[in-house]
Structures are given as C-alpha cells and as structure tokens.
C-alpha cells in the first residue's frame, strides 16, 4: 500500500469518529413500579385474628385473608373471604365448648359460618355435613366433632341466613364496618371440583376467588434527556454549558 493511500485510509477512519462523536443520543428514564408478588393462599392457615369486639358476650373473629375449602363428597370449593367476622353463633351454647379458636375446630367452625351467613335454600343440612367433615380433615377427635356436629343439627337453625352475620371489618380499622366486597351470593360455593381433583395445584397457583384491587401508584411521567457531543465541549468551557438556578 502506497503513503498515499495509507494516508487516505488514515483520513477516512478519523471522519467516521468525527461522525460517530457527532451522533446526538437520547436516553429515556421511565419509572416502573415493583409490586412483591402475592404468596399462594395457603390450604390450612390460622386465619382468624381475634380484635375488642364482641356479640352477645362471644368474642369475634376475623380473617386475615381469604380462607379457600374443598368439601371432598360435594366437590363444592368454599372460600371464605377475607374480614368476614364470625362469632361461632351457629353453634349452641351446649357446642361452643368444643369450638376452640386457636385449634382445627376453628377452621371448619369458619366454613360452616360462611354457610350459615349465606343462607342457601334448602341446604342447611348439607352446611352441618361440610362442617363435620371438615373438622375430621383437620384433625378433630371424632368424638369431638360428632358432638359439635349434633349440637349445630340439632340448635342451629335460628342462626342460618341471619342478615346480621353477613358482615365484614378490617381489624385494623375496627371502629369503620367495611362495605361487603359483593352482594350475598345464592350459594356458598364458588365452583365445583369433583373429588377436589387440582384444588390443592391450584391453590398453590395464587389463585384468588375474590382477587384484591391492584394498588393505584401514581408514578412520574417518562423522561427523556438528550444530549449532543457538543454538551461535553460547553461544560468544559469557563463560563459553563448549564445554566445557573
């Protein structure tokens, strides 16, 4: 290669840096929220959380979050929502004795209300069976949980479909009655899944009956900045590139 053509060479690289230095470049900052994913509800929680309120001399319940319960005979998927209260009114005085609220008897008790506080027609007694089977998946000592059971069939028609027992409160907020999420239902159960075939794979997906309203974050509109190579010329300068405040 000849020094002239060295030279052309030479010539044409440094114009394409000068081209590429003169490229003005633009760099967009947007804002993106980062929301915690929300954990699988889970299949046996404690979901009650007792607050000062209290009925007829019975202290009230109520949940956390939202309690999910498949009734394996009926397939029928019952979920509790969350800050329903309960007070165990179904069951008769001669039953409460067996309703512990730290225990598995609590759990099903929970189910059995949100029956009861529903009101199906014609359906009660299907309620007390649900109820008994699921103090026995809990781990209730069948002994116990015959009697509880026999104490609901027997006493506990006065509470089935009371309009007072369809309630809901924010134990944070105790002194504000929480609107219901959704008009009373026509029945208990929000599916059915014979056997309860997939209800514990899909609980384990996060998947809600009554999903939360998603938070509203205000965030900043985009940004865009632009600059030019001859920014970084002005900044070096005396008298500066940016303006004062």
Known sequence: MTLRSKLSLAAAVTLGLAVAACTTTKETTVFVPVVAPTPPSSLTPQPVMLFNQSKEGRKLFTLEAEF???????????VVPRWYVTDFASVPWYGQGFIDPQGPTARAAIVHDWLYAVGEKDKRAEA???????????????FQANLAYQAVKTGGEKGYGLPGDWRFIDPRR????????FAKPRTGAVRIMPRCQGFEALIQ????????PKPVIAAPPPVTTTRT???????RLPWGGRKQK
Do not use: H, N
Request: glycine share 8%.
């Open 205 to 212: 997906t996060g998947w809600r009956a009554y999903p939360l």
């Open 229 to 235: 190579p001859m920014d970084g010329v002005k900044e």
């Open 128 to 142: 007390d069976a649900i109820f008994l089977r699921a103090m026995l998946k809990y781990g209730v000592k069948p």
């Open 174 to 181: 105790q002194a504000v009655s929480q609107p219901p999420p």
């Open 68 to 78: 999910p319960y498949c009734d394996v005979e009926t397939g029928k998927v019952i």
